[in-house]
């Protein structure tokens, strides 16, 4: 997969996420449903200007993966009904840029993951997935940069 990886440092980024835990197979559904509901909520919320998408996710456990759904926001806010406030967090981060489709997010994180384990770096067992507009880009053209929180 071309690309490189990089150790990157991070400053922390507030979000407006959805909170799920689902196996590998409803991770779609579960894209869609959250990102509707913060969607449906963002005007309502006071959290500011709006960033790009982004989805939290915990090292996976027992083929559940649990995650935080959701867009980055400039400021905090009161939680409104399944959408909650949460960030993403700072510090030195192992990063990879995914340029294509969302297909090849699999072999994206692999890539960042041998990476990682090649140069002897510990994970925190964070990680996360910012992605830039997908709606009516041609899906060769979609950049996601992934990042895995070092320990």
Same mark, same amino acid.
């Given at each position: 997969?071309?690309?490189?990886?990089?150790?990157?440092?991070?400053?922390?980024?507030?979000t407006a996420?959805?909170?799920?835990?689902?196996?590998?197979?409803?991770?779609?559904?579960?894209?869609?449903?959250?990102?509707?509901?913060?969607?449906?909520? *963002?005007?309502?919320?006071?959290? &500011?200007?709006? +960033?790009?998408?982004? /989805?939290? %996710?915990?090292?996976?456990? @027992?083929?559940? $993966?649990?995650?935080?759904?959701?867009?980055?926001?400039?400021?905090?806010?009161?939680?409104?009904?399944?959408?909650?406030p949460s960030?993403?967090?700072?510090?030195?981060?192992?990063?990879?840029? *995914?340029?294509?489709?969302?297909? &090849?997010?699999? +072999?994206?994180?692999? /890539?960042? %993951?041998?990476?990682?384990? @090649?140069?002897? $770096?510990?994970?925190?067992?964070?990680?996360?997935?910012?992605?830039?507009?997908?709606?009516?880009?041609?899906?060769?053209?979609?950049?996601?940069?992934?990042?895995?929180?070092?320990?």
């Amino acid at each position: 997969m071309p690309g490189e990886c990089s150790i990157v440092t991070v400053d922390r980024q507030l979000t407006a996420v959805v909170k799920t835990k689902v196996p590998f197979a409803k991770i779609g559904d579960a894209q869609r449903a959250a990102r509707a509901a913060v969607d449906g909520a *963002l005007s309502s919320l006071a959290a &500011g200007s709006r +960033g790009r998408p982004c /989805t939290r %996710f915990r090292t996976p456990a @027992a083929s559940m $993966l649990e995650m935080e759904i959701g867009t980055i926001v400039a400021r905090t806010f009161p939680a409104t009904g399944e959408v909650v406030p949460s960030d993403l967090p700072p510090g030195r981060a192992a990063h990879f840029l *995914l340029k294509g489709s969302f297909e &090849g997010m699999p +072999g994206a994180w692999q /890539t960042l %993951f041998d990476w990682c384990k @090649a140069e002897k $770096l510990e994970l925190a067992g964070t990680n996360w997935e910012i992605y830039m507009p997908w709606q009516g880009v041609d899906p060769a053209r979609l950049e996601t940069d992934l990042y895995a929180l070092l320990a």
